[in-house]
Every structure is written in C-alpha cells, then in structure tokens.
C-alpha cells in the first residue's frame, strides 16, 4: 500500500517561493510514475508536473515550465516541487500521487492516478 504525505504548503507573498515536499512509502513508487496536481477553488484538479522515479524523467504543464521545478531524493523517499515566483493564482491545494503501474511516461490526467496525498494548502497573496 502506497503511502503519500505532503507537507511545505503556507502563505507567501507574490515573488516568493515555497518547496513542498512528499514523504513516499510503499513497494511500488520507486517504478511508478509521481506527480503534483493542484486544485483551486472553483477549478477542477490539473497537472502540474511529473516524474518517473527510477531515472528523473520529469514533464510539467507548460504554463509552469520555468517556475515550478520537480525533484526527488532516493535517499529520503521525497519528492518535491520547488515553486518559485510565485503568483496569486497558484493558490491551490498541491497533491501528490502515484500511479499503481508502471510506466515509462508520465501521464497528465488524474484518473490515472490510484495513490494520493492528502494535500498541502498554498495561498499566494498579491
């Protein structure tokens, strides 16, 4: 059983950055697929990056791409996401998730998806 814990999420103003981070356990997510989604009020969940564990293949949303950075240490069982130059409209609740396959690519859509977090609350104030 995939076991997923975010933590890192808070209040920064626009500009700053955060580093969120997702503690994994279970037997499978060194080979599955991890990601972060987000999903703000009103707005249904979407992709934010992705990455495969075994060899740091990474795929983020492309309104992100420069931004957002996907990390993770074996050592520590961590995935992260660096957010820097944050805006308003990144205030979401960010997710992580693993899938319970394997996969050599990394999928976008949530439903893919068997594992999550329970989820970090990131609020940017303008």
């Known amino acids: 059983q995939e076991q997923l814990v975010e933590s890192g999420g808070g209040l920064v103003q626009a500009g700053g950055s955060l580093r969120l981070s997702c503690a994994a356990s279970g037997r499978t997510f060194s080979i599955t697929p991890m990601a972060w989604f987000r999903q703000a009020p009103g707005k249904e969940r979407e992709f934010v990056a992705g990455l495969i564990w075994s060899d740091g293949n990474t795929n983020y949303a492309d309104s992100l791409k420069g931004r957002f950075t996907i990390s993770r240490d074996n050592a520590k069982n961590t995935l992260y996401l660096q957010m820097n130059s944050l805006k308003p409209e990144d205030t979401a609740v960010y997710y992580c998730?693993?899938?319970?396959?394997?996969?050599?690519?990394?999928?976008?859509?949530?439903?893919?998806?068997?594992?999550w977090g329970q989820g970090t609350q990131v609020t940017v104030s303008s």
């Open positions: 998730a693993t899938t319970h396959y394997y996969s050599r690519t990394i999928p976008a859509q949530g439903h893919e998806y068997k594992y």
